[in-house]
């Protein structure tokens, strides 16, 4: 059974006529067809929007997407259901309430099962009669059309609960991992990349698949067969086909290269496979399959090529703090696996989604009037036809392939990172997909110079763990291998960005060829230090008024060398708080350096200009002071000739000279600082949430992080404009987006295409 869509309209067999063809709709009859092959039911025994009792007063007629009997016969008499479906769009995220919504739902119609999917996760539940549990008790699947009437079979099914966990998931991958080191001798990173491979060939399979199936050693086998029967004898075996078919598919996300195979021998593959068989990772939740991902990256690089992965609790308290909003420009030019963006991508799009969800209780208030009870069947209908389609319109916004969408905007144009490995880029890529997206602004590129959509005061909030103790050589210079040069892909980011802009950003790399990158910062001429020069390349990035999270070591704030270090980023930005965290957080990740959080603030250009003036005006006092004693040394040895002094007393002037010099440079930082005062939060934790084994410990970041933001948004420490979104329906009937920022509503703007 196939899906048909026709003219924007798509058609419901259940209902045997045409739809207008929304995302929700299209994930309703992509579930029909599921139910109908991969379950055997049949059209008769389903019903959808069906009108189900005890609803609440003031919250409408209560309608079950689908619902589904266990027989056409119970359907027509009325009797209780055996599964009820809700559905939602595919990149709509399922939500706690939700799953509560569709117990209440499957609860009153009498169902013994429930299932919410939006395709890409799917989760199905067993309903206690006459009860509504605190937990609800997720099992593994329904039930097949054929056992429908086995009562002993349905029992054993409700009692088939269902336990997929992060840690689980991580273990199995670890699993496989060792199953390619022994069979096939591989590295760890190799091991790991052949994994990759293997993972993005089940999603693509699972996704592709309409059917409860996974991709399971039995359908690789049944698919190999019909394969090789078919095959010419050039042909690929048939798990290279495969990764040839994922590589296309995947193939705007640079992946994989062109070239690349599989490069272990299939029976690996085969018990890969199997092993994974257990999961259905289309349908498992993106924050599951991505933190178990995220486990398994930091036990096989534990440490490896310099990459050391920064621990969850670190990187949630980091982007807490820095607060990043709607609209706000992320970056993180040393991402390694991803991390930041990725939690940053989560915390704006959480955001996102509970407007959205308050806005739609917005609707429900309007339209669900206290009249709503004693109105004829008709106009009951008519308001719930209106709720509908208020609530599908408004899930666009969550649509992340919808062009004028909210998520799409976030994920396509506020998402940026680069890594100089190009594994870790890869890896970044990929541990983005995994959690929900986010992926398309990194690149395989090194951090200190520009690449497309990453160059100077474009930002708005840095996020980033630079590597430690590595150092840039002075001979170390920029080439044509640093050049961006493909010519249709500039085209495209001269027309997304502007060309002047775009010219201007590659004018870093492309003007500076053969000279060394050190030239390129303030700070080189002081250090070389890997984790040094980032701090001025971080704040290179921002806009003025921009905000910075940076994991440093220690040493950076308290090493003497390091002084004029510490002296330039205090005449570029404010330090907002400095957290020293135990050396134990990053222990599990192989790294042995004891390390601190430092939050700044880029000066406002109004900040910039106060702290010049301070700056100038200090120093004119200064060096009045002095002025009388530096100018009689100088004159003292100009002098020629006759006149000229002996070496000895030349050498104890040019002494008292470089003495006042550094006098007056002290005095007049002392002076500026006395002047351009603020208060400086620093904080000391000794438990951060994991120990030296990666085991969790109890987290003093947390109530760090809500004494800071009340502290933040009491001071005022950054400019947040306060922003709302309405949702009104034009006098043509088209439903409008209305951004208000403080308090000053914008024009209105589509953001769905009918």
Known sequence: MEVKIENNQIYSPIRNKWLVDKPEEEV????????????GYDIK?????????????????????IVVWRSEEDKINNKNALIVV?????????????????????????????????????RIFKVVEDAMPKKLEEIADIPTADIVNDDKKIKAMLLQTKAFTRDEFSRLLFKCHNIIRNNDKLSPEAAFDEISKILFIKIRYERTNSGTQIFSKDAFTKLKDAYNNMKSKDAPEFYQFLFEKTKEDFAKDHLFDDNETIKIRENSFEQIVKELQVYNLSTTSDDVKGIAFEQFLGRTFRGELGQFFTPRTIVDFMVSVLDPQEGEYICDPCCGSGGFLIRAFEYVREHIENEVEARKEDVKKELFTEDYPNLAKKEQEKIDQQVVDAFNKMNYELDINNPLGRLRSLSFDCIYGTDANPRMARTAKMNMIMHGDGHGGVHHHDGLLNVNGIWEGRFDVILTNPPFGSRVDKDLKITDADKFTDVEKIQAYEKRYGKENYDKALRQVNDNIGKPILDLFQIGKFSGLTEVLFIERCLNLLKPGGRMGIVLPEGVLNNTNLQKVRDFVESKAKILLIVSIPQDVFMAAGATVKPSLLFFKKFTETEADEYNRIYIQASHEVEAKYDDEMTSIEANLAKRGKEALAKDEKKKLRARKKELTTLIENETKALVKERFDYVIPIAEVQKAGISTTGAKIENELVPLEKEFTEYRKENKLWKKPVKETEYNVSADGIMQRTRIIDGIACEPEPFYRN
């Open 28 to 39: 309703r009859q992509r579930y029909v067809c599921r139910l109908v092959d991969s379950y």
């Open 45 to 65: 025994q389903m019903g959808e929007e069906v009108k189900v009792t005890n609803s609440q007063r003031g919250q409408g007629a209560a309608r079950a997407d």
């Open 86 to 122: 809700e559905c939602k769009a595919e990149n709509v995220t399922i939500r706690q309430a939700d799953y509560f919504q569709g117990y209440n739902y499957a609860s009153w119609a009498g169902a013994k099962f429930f299932v919410t999917t939006n395709l890409k996760e799917t």
